[in-house]
Structures are given as C-alpha cells and as structure tokens.
C-alpha cells in the first residue's frame, strides 16, 4: 500500500513538472515576446517624441538591470560549478569541447568575412570624408595600449575593482581561482559552509533573474521602439555600403547557414535550438552586451532547451568571453578596410595573418557594449593605421553591435547545446550545480 502510494507521488511529481515545462508555454512566451517586439517597433516608427523618450528612459532601466545581475551571475555561476567540477574529470571534458566550438565557429565567423571582402571587394572614401572622421573617433574612451597593457588589464590588483568596472575577464579570472580553490581545499565544515553561501546567493541570483523575465516583454517594447526610432531617423544611413554589406551579410551567414549547418552535423535541430535560445537572442540583440545577456542565456539554456547545468553554467560564462563570432568578423573587415583606404599593401598571406590576429584579439575582448569597435580602434593605432575611418564606421555601429551581439549569443547557445549533447550520459551526475533557474 505505502510503495503505491509511493508511486502515485512520483507518477503525479512527474505530470506536474511536464505540465509546467510545456512546448505550449514556451510557445506563448515566444508570440508574446515576438508581438512585443512588433508593437515596439511600429510605436519606434511612428515618431511620436514623448513616447521615444520613454522608451529610451526604460530601455536604459532594462539595460542597467541587466547589467546588475551579470557580473554577479557570471562570478557565482563560475564558483559553484568549478567548486563541483575542479578535482573531476567532467572539467576537461567539458572545457575542451567549449574551447574546440569556440575556435571552430570563431574561425569560420572570420573566414567569411574575409572571403566577402574579397568579393565585394569596398572601394576607398574619399580622403575629405576621412580628414571629417577624425573629430568623430571617442578618444575620451580609448588609449592606445600594448599587448603586455592589454594583458595587465585584466590581471586584478584587488577584489573589488573588476566588480565596480564591470572587467568581466578580471571577474572570470577571479571566480575561477575561487572555484579552484574551493575544489581542492580540505572538505572541512568551514567549506561547507562557504559554499552553502554561495549557493544562497546564486539562488537569489537566479531568482531576479526570473523577475526580470517576468517583465521583460516591457524591455522588449522599449528597445524595439528606440532602435525604429534611430532607423527612422536616418542613424543607419551613410556612404559605407559595401563595407556594411560585407559586414552584415558575413553575420547573416554566419547566422543562418554556417552555425545551422554545424549543429546539424552534431546531430541537433537548428530550428528548435534557435526557437527555444529566441529570449536570450532578442536580449542580446537589444542590450548590445553578451555579458549582460548571460542570465537570459542561462535561463534559455536550462528551461527550454534542458541543458545539463554542469555544462550551461561551465561553458556559457566563459563563452561570453572568448566566443566572438562576429567580434572576430568585424575586426578583420574593418582592419582590412582601414589599411586599405590608409594604402598599406594587403597580400593574400596578410590578410590570412590578420585573419589569425583578428579571432586571438576576439577572445580577449570582454563582452561589453562597443567593445569590438574600441579593441579594433585600439590594434589600427597600434600599427600606425590612420583612424579618421573608424569615426565615419560609428554612426552605423550602433546597428552592426546589435546584430554581432545577437550573433555572439547564437553561437554561445549553440556551442552549449553540442558541448551538452556530445557529453549526454557520460557526466557524472553525483555532484550537479544547485538551484536550477
């Protein structure tokens, strides 16, 4: 009678958790996020001056938001998961199938901006426009640094800053050491308690993360109408075409072919990966901040598409860091257009040379709004390359950050979707990450 009674717990434990986790649901979340994203968009068009306004006073809210809650999620995310994972031998497996994707779609992202540019083939400005981009390059916001400054950079001098900065390779650096650190350490009553903190902290960590899931389709509206309002407003519109045409249509390759294709031959369905990470891409698309991005991505990854949480929370954070797709396709085309129109000679084995120093830089760079524009701004400078290009480049960053953010994202989803299904059965289960989103 009680094994019974035993089994009709189970049996009704489990209805209750299908029930909650229905293709239906998700599916009503996805037409409500996508209408809210159609209605932000018409009211963006439309002109309206205090309604823009508004938008962009909550689409700032949401930003900062988001912002608050990624540095916190990517350290504790690290921290517990290597805490479990440090003296295992799931931590190898799972990092070199992260690292192997990473630089797989990294290189592919760059090989197709490259072969663009040789096709499309952007012809230079005139040297009037130039001499003009000059005074528009933000130098408020850029120094020109080595390679041994760039380095120093996210070495931390101490604990807080990287947090207040909002570094988040000195935060990655940081949280792994901890993670290690707590690995290894004697399993003493102190440990126990220390990691029963971090796991409460996590969990409220987690639990914003729904709140802010809870309300994101006014997030979503807002962004929408601020980004109709700029197209509206002609912010898009300049004498760049080819150069954005290589630009763009390398991202929509890399997108909708190249990381598709790849996902099918790791035997997963594109369409219902790209479907179930929709949130997380339509965030992305609008914050311009994969890192910002990172607690949707989570959520995504553990809700819809059921990703095993010692991967998501293992390989996603350190995505967010060093898988650039398109970070790596924009430093390369831009490079290349920059020495161009400055009349350096760009051989095959040059442009080949750049394309290897474009996907290392890419890796480096912290998933930070503008960061690609300011890390190539950063490399021109260090060469001698003239710069006044890069002024003219902004008016239509602010489109291209976008959709490489979007990008970024896609390809963060998609190396932990093929990280999680090639290591399906073979993770040993008994120390799993706590607090599932």
Not at 35 to 49: E, F, Q, R, T, V
């Amino acid at each position: 009678m009680a094994d019974n009674h035993k089994q009709t717990n189970v049996k009704e434990t489990a209805q209750e958790a299908m029930r909650a986790n229905k293709p239906k649901n998700q599916g009503k979340q996805f037409v409500l996020w996508f209408g809210a994203l159609i209605l932000g968009a018409i009211l963006g068009w439309m002109g309206i001056h205090w309604l823009n306004e508004l938008f962009n006073f909550v689409a700032t809210v949401f930003t900062r938001l988001f912002q608050f809650i990624a540095i916190p999620t990517i350290a504790l995310a690290v921290i517990t998961t290597l805490a479990a994972l440090g003296n295992n031998k799931d931590t190898s497996r799972i990092f070199f199938h992260a690292v192997f994707y990473t630089l797989l779609t990294t290189i592919c992202a760059a090989a197709i901006g490259l072969a663009l540019y040789l096709w499309i083939a952007p012809s230079n400005l005139p040297m009037d426009l130039l001499a003009e981009g000059q005074s528009a390059v933000p130098m408020d916001n850029f120094k020109s640094l080595s390679y041994y400054d760039h380095i120093l950079s996210v070495i931390p001098n101490n604990v807080l800053q990287p947090f207040v900065s909002g570094n988040v390779l000195s935060v990655m650096l940081i949280a792994a050491a901890v993670g290690l650190a707590l690995a290894f350490m004697p399993h003493t009553k102190a440990r126990e308690q220390l990691l029963d903190v971090i796991q409460g902290l996590q969990e409220l960590a987690f639990t914003l993360i729904r709140a802010l899931l809870y309300v994101l389709p006014v997030g979503i509206i807002a962004f929408a109408g601020q980004l109709s309002a700029q197209i509206e407003a002609g912010v898009i519109v300049g004498a760049l075409g080819k150069y954005t045409l290589v630009v763009l249509g390398g991202n929509a390759i890399q997108i909708f072919i190249i990381l598709p294709l790849i996902l099918i031959l790791r035997g997963l369905n594109p369409i219902v990966v790209f479907r179930k990470m929709a949130p997380a891409l339509a965030v992305a698309l609008f914050t311009k901040s994969s890192a910002g991005t990172l607690p949707v991505t989570l959520a995504c990854s553990e809700q819809n598409l059921k990703v095993n949480p010692k991967v998501s929370r293992f390989v996603l954070p350190i995505c967010t860091t060093i898988n650039m797709n398109g970070c790596a396709a924009f430093i390369l085309v831009t490079s290349l257009f920059v020495m161009q129109n400055a009349g350096f000679e760009l051989s095959m084995g040059t442009m080949i040379t750049w394309l290897f120093i474009a996907v290392i830089a890419a890796i480096g760079n912290a998933g930070v709004p503008m960061g690609c524009y300011f890390l190539t701004l950063s490399l021109m400078s260090s060469i001698g390359a003239p710069i006044g290009l890069m002024g003219i480049i902004l008016p239509i960053y602010t489109i291209i950050d976008m959709i490489e953010t979007a990008e970024n994202v896609w390809s963060d989803s998609a190396v932990c979707a093929m990280t999680d299904n090639d290591l399906k059965g073979k993770l040993d289960d008994s120390e799993m990450p706590p607090a599932s989103i």
